[in-house]
């Protein structure tokens, strides 16, 4: 592929066309670009559009024969019209990662999983750069790839999602890495089995492969986390330990965590940094002085003994259960989006054990009511701010308040940043309204 001298077609008008359009702008590359909703037909390798948008491209149709490659963005299923009609004509569809690949001769890291990909991209950059591997996190985390062009990078970190993978063609790397799998996105792979396909697409054409202990590769490198001890390849890693969820423990010195789900993320950076020969001790030093990301177990104040956690990022079962673990009790938790019609089942004996009140909110609440059978009290709400407005009014000390929602919700907000800083705001606005000296 001579990118600079090819022609584009790009679908969707999201984060990746924007990225790819700022890099063709910049380059001088050719390119049109059309949303699913443009499309009217499409025959003898021409795409006719709508009169409204034919302004825009300046052309009343689109000639596939002049288009070298067709880049589409991943929230676009191959199931939609526009795309099953271009797949017929035989057209060469890419995503800006099939771009990238060919442009830098880095070393790429590439990673994905159900949770935890946008942190342990961040946090393997962070390591990687502060033991001097200039390296960039890009891809799925919202960072254009073609920022890693802009430097000279020994690494380019790629985060990487199954609607992603399920158009890559053929993905390089040096490390390929799928940090976990749960049932999630069958709204659009409708089976398990089909999704893990997609995810172990990541392995092929890598040099060494990182995933947990669900995978039993050849030359395969997994993590795990067993008890309070850490593993690479079933060997115990010498002195660190998890304690509590709270905090992970390496020669006698204690490094906090939000949850286990951390110490897994930092476990499998262990296990790629093994792999590029970096020290444990380097790796925790920078761990240690990590930026936090937001909207996952976000702390966001605790006042009269009662703490209000931020987990907007759960967007599956998994996640919230994996927050539940986090905590001991006295827990109201907050569940609760979009209708995903995916099982929740999981849930029953930890909402047992942990949750004393359980809020549900969305479009899939009376969903999640029959998914979720517990001796639990359950509450329905349709919305977030009439939810915690309730637990305002109920909450006592020792409480935690656990919005960890285990659905996406596109339906009342753009992302879940969007969702878990609204969450932030009803929280902050009712503690602003209150004497503290109340407390």
């Known amino acids: 592929m001579n990118v ?73 299923s191959k199931e ?17 990662i099939d771009i990238i690949q060919n442009l830098i001769k880095s070393k790429f890291i590439c990673i994905t999983g159900t949770n935890g990909k946008t942190s342990t991209v961040s946090l393997l950059a962070e390591i990687l750069n502060a033991n001097n591997k200039k390296a960039i996190a890009c891809g799925n985390n919202g960072i254009s790839v073609f920022e890693a062009l802009t430097e000279s990078y020994e690494y380019v970190i790629l985060e990487i999602s199954s609607y992603q993978l399920e158009y890559i063609k053929k993905l390089k790397s040096e490390i390929s890495v799928i940090l976990n799998v749960s049932t999630d996105h069958l709204d659009r792979h409708v089976t ?13 054409n890598a040099c060494h492969t990182v995933t947990d202990n669900t995978f039993t590769l050849k030359n395969n490198n997994i993590f795990d986390i067993k008890n309070k001890a850490f593993y690479i390849n079933a060997s115990k890693i010498n002195y660190l330990e998890l304690h509590k969820y709270s905090h992970i423990m390496y020669k006698q010195k204690k490094y ?23 020290d444990i001790i380097d790796i925790l030093i920078a761990f240690e002085k990590r930026k936090i990301l937001p909207h996952r177990l976000e702390n966001i104040i605790t006042f009269n003994d009662i703490t209000f956690i931020n987990d907007s990022k759960s967007t599956n079962v998994s996640s919230t ?32 054990q942990k949750v004393k009140l359980l809020v549900l909110i969305g479009e899939n609440r009376k969903y999640l009511s029959n998914q979720i059978s517990v001796n639990v009290k359950k509450l329905l709400f349709e919305n977030l701010k009439d939810a915690t407005t309730f637990i305002f009014s109920e909450m006592d000390s020792g409480d935690t308040i656990l919005f960890s929602p285990g659905s996406s919700s596109f339906y009342m907000y753009n992302n879940y940043e969007d969702r878990g800083n609204h969450f932030r705001k009803l929280v902050n606005d009712y503690v602003s309204t209150k004497d503290k000296t109340d407390f």
């Open 256 to 278: 906090a965590i939000s949850g286990r789900h951390e110490a897994l993320n930092l476990c499998a950076c262990i296990s790629i940094l093994k792999l590029i020969g970096i």
């Open 321 to 352: 259960y994996n927050a539940l673990e986090s905590f001991v009790d006295n827990i109201i938790l907050i569940m609760g989006g979009d209708n995903k019609k995916i099982s929740y089942t999981s849930l029953n004996t930890i909402i047992n």
């Open 4 to 76: 600079y001298k090819s022609s584009f077609l790009i679908i969707g008008k999201g984060i990746t066309y924007k990225h790819c359009k700022k890099f063709f702008d910049d380059n001088s590359i050719f390119y049109l670009y059309i949303d699913t909703n443009d499309f009217i037909e499409i025959k003898n390798m021409k795409i006719y559009i709508t009169p409204e948008h034919q302004r825009i491209i300046k052309k009343k149709e689109i000639d596939l024969k002049k288009i070298d490659y067709v880049v589409v963005s991943p929230g676009i």
């Open 80 to 96: 939609q019209e526009l795309i099953k009609q271009i797949t017929k004509f035989q057209c060469k569809i890419i995503t800006d």
């Open 192 to 204: 398990y089995e089909k999704y893990l396909e997609i995810k172990s697409k990541i392995l092929k």
